[in-house]
């Protein structure tokens, strides 16, 4: 028997080389929670940017999270996409995928996914060609855009544009689209890759009245399918989906409940107007 090796054929792939290594395990929400933050402090030269947070975000649920200006929304965002390691704390995807032990593009790849304040689709790219790019898949750019697509792929960028309602617009260039458009085509960008966790910071900054009640009925038909955390100061949009709107003020969680309850929290009321 001969003990060398055959060399590996240049011209085929081979199942045992892991690409794309995603997820050790399997998201696990038997207990209904698709986040885990608990005891989660960072500092910066100092300065608690986080003090001892704990939150849990169900799985499929549509989360406000408000708060005065620097109250560490934005780190917590870091955190959960592995962006910043904290000093201390536990933060679990499931019960049992600890985010802490992974980095920033595992967790993306592993589900979770951000869309940040400024919209960045491909502006030369058409509506369907931005999504077509965004699929998740092994292929490089260059392949992708010029690979053909197979019919669940085409099934879901229909559904996808459907979903931000710009079917109309499949074939316009990104280039031209309004702000709120930008914003939608970038929220469906991230639908393509079917995040079970989606994290939107500050999505109707700069918008028209018009826009931002679209991105409301957007973000809510969501809910169920995705577990979605808005952090938003606009407290008019946040009324119109909140359901559970959780408070952070200086780095920890002042309160949760129902947007009636945290306005009438008098200690919201006094971190607010000292603002
Ligand atoms: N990388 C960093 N280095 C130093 N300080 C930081 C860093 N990131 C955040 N901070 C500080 O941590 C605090 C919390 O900031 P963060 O951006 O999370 O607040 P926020 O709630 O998102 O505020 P805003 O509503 O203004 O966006 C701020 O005082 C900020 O200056
Ligand atoms: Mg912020």
Known sequence: MSNTKPFLNRYQTYDFV????????????????????????????????????????????????????????????????????????????????????????????????????????????????????????????????????????????????????????????????????KQWLEIGMLLMQKPRVMLVDEPVAGMTNQEIDRTAELLLSLEGKHSVIVVEHDMEFIRSIAKKVTVLHEGSVLTEGTMDEVQNDPRVIQVYLGE
Not at 115 to 138: A, C, D, I, R
């Open 18 to 181: 892991n690409r794309n290594p995603v997820i050790k395990n399997k998201v696990d929400v038997s207990h209904g929670t698709v986040l885990y933050m608990e005891g989660v402090s960072i500092s910066f030269d100092g300065f608690k940017a986080l003090n001892d947070l704990s939150l849990y975000i169900n799985d499929g649920e549509l989360r406000c999270l408000i708060g005065p200006n620097g109250a560490g929304k934005t780190t917590l965002m870091d955190v959960i996409t592995g962006k910043t390691k904290p000093d201390a704390g536990s933060v679990y995807f499931g019960q049992t995928i600890d985010l802490l032990q992974m980095d920033e593009s595992e967790i993306a790849r592993a589900g979770i996914c951000r869309k940040f304040q400024k919209p960045s689709v491909f502006e030369k790219l058409s509506v369907f060609e931005n999504l077509e790019l965004s699929m998740q898949s092994n292929r490089g750019t260059w392949v992708a855009l010029f690979a053909s697509l197979n019919s669940e792929q085409r099934d879901r960028i229909d559904e996808v544009l459907e979903i931000i309602g710009m079917t109309a617009l499949r074939f316009q260039s990104a280039g031209i689209l309004s702000h709120g458009q």
